[in-house]
C-alpha cells in the first residue's frame, strides 16, 4: 500500500501528443482525455513508463530502477537481470502514479500574447487531489460560494491580457466579473504567486511574473469548449519517392496538447514490498535525486520531431 504522495506539475515545453488510438471522428488521432469531463489528460501508465526510460537513459542505477518501479524482463541489461532472484520478480513496484489531469491550459489573447485559463470546476478538483497529499491544504474562497462556475474573474487587477472590463481570447470576448486580488489563497499566499514560487521558484523571470498576472479563471462551460476546440489539430502526410505526392492513404490529422500547457500528477511511494528493501524515504530519495538531476524528458509521440518535451518539478505540501 502507498503510504506517501507528492506533486509532480508537467509544464509541456513542445506540442505533446499523448495518444488514445485512432479515431473516425475529424480528427484521426485524438490526445487522451477524461471520459467524464472530456478535458486533456496523461494515462498514468505512460507516464510512468516515460518516466522509466528516462531514467534508464540518464545512466540511474538500473537495478534500484527495477526495484522501485516493477520488475520489467524486457528493459532489463542481462547483467541486472541475473541480479533479481525469480521470487522477486513477481513483487510490484515502490512508486505509483496518478493520471496527469490538466490544471492550466494556454489560449491565445488579444493582449499579452497569451493567458492561461482554468475554471473552477478545474481549481476544486486540484483541491481534492493536494488533500490526498496534506489533508489540510484548502484553496480560500473556493467553496465561500464567493466564486461563481458561470463568471469570468482575473487573479490581478495588473493583468497583461485584460483590455477594460473584458478578456479577448481567440474570437471571443469575456467580461470580467472581479479581480480576486489576493482573495483566493494557500497558505497565505495568492494562489498565482505559490504556484509560481513551486513552479519557477519566483524567481522573477518572465514565467514566474506572467503566472501571477495572466490567469483567467472562466466559465466551467468556456474552458470545456476551449479545451476541446482550441488544441493544436496538425495535418500529416507522406510523400510517395517515385511521384512526389502524397501517398495513398497517407493523409491523417494529429491533436496536440499545446506547448505550455500544465498538468499535475501525484506520484505515490512505499517501501519496497520484500524484506529487508527499500524503505518508503530510500525510494522518494531515489525518485527526487534522479527526477530534479534529469528534469525534462519525452513523452508521447513523435519525438524525432521535438514533440513531447516536458519539464518536471516534484514540490511537497
Known sequence: ???KAHPLFIICQTPTHVGSGSELGVVDL??????HTGFPKFEASGLKGC????????????LTIHRIFGYDGDSATEAVDKQIPEKERQFSGAVGFTDARLLLFPVKSMKGVFAWVTCLRVLKQFQLDMQLVNPDFRISELDSGHLEADKTYLFSANSN????????????????ENELNGLVKVNGANFPDWLAKHLFNDDGSYWSEK?????????DNDFKDFVNLSTEVVTRTKIDNETGTVARGALFNEEYLPAESILYSLVLTAAEF???????????EFFAGNLQRIKTFQIGANATLGKGIVTTKLIQI
Open 211 to 219: 503566472m501571477k498576472k495572466d490567469i483567467v479563471v472562466l466559465p
Open 1 to 3: 500500500m502507498y503510504r
Open 161 to 176: 491580457v485584460r483590455e477594460g472590463k473584458y478578456v479577448l481570447l481567440e474570437e471571443y470576448t469575456f467580461e470580467v
Open 274 to 284: 520484500k524484506q529487508n528493501g527499500l524503505t518508503e524515504e530510500q525510494v522518494r
Open 51 to 62: 518516466l522509466r526510460e528516462a531514467f534508464e537513459r540518464s545512466g540511474a542505477d538500473a
Open 30 to 35: 485524438p490526445i487522451q482525455r477524461e471520459r
